[in-house]
């Protein structure tokens, strides 16, 4: 079973940056692909971005292509996102997942495994 602690989160000012951090435990960590998802308040969890097991493979959700970037750190069990140009809409609580991409890596299929999020404030 694999435990996700997300971390990074805070307050900044629109048009800033922020880096967030997943670390895994209790499992393998490169046999998943990685993904980030957004929950805002009143709104359901949205796919943000995935990346495959081997860091060679990325989606996006259109809105923060160009701005997000993914990466992951296999060998410290950890997935990145790095947040710029961060607009009041990016406003959610973000979370990890562990899943898998779908044929092709067009689609991100997020696992059972979630982290506890970590929460991400753009002021306007």
């Known amino acids: 079973q694999v435990q996700l602690v997300e971390s990074g989160g805070g307050l900044v000012q629109a048009g800033g940056s922020l880096s967030l951090s997943c670390a895994a435990s209790?499992?393998?960590?490169?046999?998943?692909?990685m993904g980030w998802f957004r929950q805002a308040p009143g709104k359901e969890r949205e796919f943000v971005a995935g990346?495959?097991?081997?860091?060679?493979?990325?989606l996006y959700e259109g809105s923060v292509e160009g701005r997000f970037t993914i990466s992951r750190d296999n060998a410290k069990n950890t997935v990145y996102l790095q947040m710029n140009n961060l607009k009041p809409e990016d406003t959610a609580v973000y979370y990890c997942?562990?899943?898998?991409?779908?044929?092709?890596?067009?689609?991100?299929?997020?696992?059972?495994?979630w982290g506890q999020g970590t929460q991400v404030t753009v002021s306007s």
């Open positions: 997942n562990a899943g898998t991409l779908s044929r092709w890596y067009v689609k991100f299929i997020p696992g059972d495994y």
């Open positions: 209790g499992g393998t960590f490169s046999i998943y692909a």
């Open positions: 990346i495959g097991r081997s860091g060679g493979n990325t």
